[in-house]
């Protein structure tokens, strides 16, 4: 694939240096050959059956390129056997990323979280964390202890922001700030309101027009406006500015409880209409 190959072992010591100044661009838009289907799964599979574990990266390569196909289980039987062998731990962790989602898409959260903690010990990245998040976010929202889960699932988002992205693999560039529409919502589930719309500004400032995020937002902040003004009636009460009833009374209407409208106002007097 497209990736620089070093022929032999460097001189000296190495180092990953993010930098803009080497660029891949691809230019099949431009192309006016007719895309084979399944044609990057064609090579691969006959190459692997030419080259056999010899070269150990073309079986990552070809584990992505069956689960692009829909085979879950030809991509797992792939892609654990080149987390086996390889001995680059950046794609090792890519590797294990991968079949941890193809677990926590089928539902199996147990095996996901485990090839996720896996991944945690190859690299230090905020990736492993994010997945083993999902994975507990899942649970709660199938109501699986669900407090407990999104006490968990925020606890590692949180892990996984305080880690910088460093790889020089492909990495989401928004997924710091897509993990947010997540984030919020366990905050909110379990009491936290504050750090909720801090999640929710924190997504905003890398993807401002998220709906969920804005309309979370939103509801976030009338509800702290409502136990702020639910705070002053209380402490209103307490000092004898107002009666238990006018305390009730406001409370019902913040509540919905009780809903006070406008009366009619009186239609406007029609001026006689004078004979022509």
Same mark, same amino acid.
């Given at each position: 694939h497209e990736y620089c190959s070093i022929q032999g072992e460097p001189a000296g010591s190495t180092l990953t240096v993010a930098t803009e100044r080497v660029v891949v661009e691809h230019r099949q838009q431009h192309s006016t050959k007719v895309r084979e289907p399944g044609?990057? /799964?064609?090579?691969? &599979?006959n190459y692997v059956a030419r080259v056999g574990e010899t070269d150990v990266r073309a079986l990552y390569y070809l584990g992505v390129e069956?689960?692009? *196909?829909?085979?879950?289980?030809? +991509?797992?039987?792939? /892609?654990?056997?080149?987390?086996?062998?390889? #001995?680059? %731990? %950046?794609? @090792?962790?890519?590797?294990?990323?991968a079949i941890g989602e193809h677990y926590r898409n089928i539902g199996d959260h147990e095996l996901a979280i485990r090839w996720s903690q896996d991944a945690t010990i190859t690299k230090s990245w905020?990736?492993?964390?994010? =997945?083993?998040? &999902? +994975?507990?976010?899942?649970? =709660?929202?199938? %109501?699986? &202890?669900?407090?407990?889960?999104?006490? &968990?699932? =925020?606890s590692h988002f949180m892990r996984g922001l305080d880690y910088p992205t460093d790889v020089v693999l492909f990495a989401n560039p928004q997924e710091r700030h897509e993990i947010h529409a997540f984030l919020n919502v366990c905050f909110h589930a379990v009491g936290d309101l504050d750090r909720? /719309?801090? +999640?929710? #500004?924190?997504?905003? @400032?890398?993807?401002?027009? *998220?709906?969920?995020? /804005? %309309?979370n937002r939103r509801v976030y902040a009338r509800e702290k406006l409502r136990r702020i003004v639910v705070g002053g009636i209380d402490e209103l009460l307490k000092d004898g500015a107002i009666s238990k009833d006018q305390a009730g009374l406001m409370r019902a209407t913040l509540s919905g409880e009780l809903r006070l409208e406008a009366p009619p106002t009186a239609p406007e007097s029609v001026p006689a209409l004078e004979p022509q």
């Open positions: 044609r990057n /799964l064609r090579i691969l &599979r069956y689960a692009m *196909h829909g085979d879950v289980g030809q +991509s797992l039987r792939y /892609l654990r056997r080149y987390s086996q062998l390889a #001995d680059w %731990d %950046d794609e @090792k962790c890519k590797a294990m990323l905020p990736e492993p964390w994010f =997945a083993m998040g &999902r +994975s507990f976010y899942a649970m =709660a929202k199938r %109501d699986e &202890r669900p407090e407990y889960n999104y006490k &968990r699932a =925020a909720a /719309l801090w +999640s929710c #500004d924190e997504g905003l @400032k890398g993807i401002p027009n *998220h709906p969920m995020l /804005l %309309d």
